[in-house]
């Protein structure tokens, strides 16, 4: 299937974009700077362009009755007109995607990440497999191992709650062992109860305590 390289989306929009904007902070909620400002020290940085991976479905027949699973790239730093800014990087049919199809997608772009931490064009495909000049990769091959002008982490990854049951094996919403990948709650502790009031759960003394408000963290399965 057809993909496009987070690394090599980037060196374009650098290249033709305004690289200013790519690297900007002011739209990035607290807890995903948190994190950028954890990838910079580990980089040895002050700058790197914050990217989100978006995961979703959207219908793409007439009677909705199939959808695409898509894959998209943000920006969370950027804000005005580009805030909502999303670049499908793949497409699937839902029909098409097996129990491994996400595990096989994410080896890709982990390899194609790695080497925008790195700030550097890779030397061989995701699968240490020589670029070919006969498969079309001789702009890959002669770029191999050379410098990026810049460089760029993963911040944050959106989705539904099956994409992220899917994709990182989290806890789905019907599991009465637990639901939530933040605390112990069960369907039973996050229902109305006889006084009609929900229980409260490990990730809501959590929130309190970061000082964070709901808008400014991760929505959690047990908030309901």
């Known amino acids: 299937m057809a993909i496009w390289l987070p690394h090599e989306l980037l060196a374009k929009l650098w290249d033709y974009g305004i690289p200013d904007s790519l690297l900007s902070t002011e739209g990035i909620d607290p807890l995903t700077k948190e994190h950028w400002a954890h990838c910079c020290a580990e980089a040895g940085v002050d700058d790197l362009i914050g990217l989100g991976i978006w995961g979703d479905g959207c219908p793409c ?37 097996g129990p491994h ?45 050379g410098a990026l002008p810049f460089r760029a982490a993963l911040c944050e990854v959106r989705g539904d709650w099956k994409f992220m049951s899917d994709t990182f094996r989290l806890p789905r919403h019907n599991l009465n062992d637990g639901i939530c990948w933040s605390c112990n709650c ?39």
């Open 186 to 224: 069960t369907p039973a502790t996050v229902n109305c109860g006889a006084l009609g009031r929900r229980e409260r759960c490990g990730c809501d003394a959590a929130g309190e305590a970061s000082g964070a408000s709901s808008k400014e963290r991760p929505r959690r399965p047990c908030e309901r």
């Open 101 to 145: 199809t996400y595990d096989d997608l994410f080896d890709v772009f982990k390899w194609s990440l790695e080497h925008l931490a790195e700030g550097t064009n890779p030397e061989t495909r995701h699968d240490d497999l020589r670029f070919e000049r006969w498969t079309g990769d001789a702009c890959r091959q002669s770029r191999g191992g």
């Open 61 to 97: 027949n007439w009677d909705r009755t199939r959808s695409l699973e898509v894959l998209s790239m943000n920006f969370p730093g950027l804000t005005g007109e580009f805030k909502n800014l999303r670049i499908p990087l793949c497409g699937i049919l839902k029909e098409h995607v």
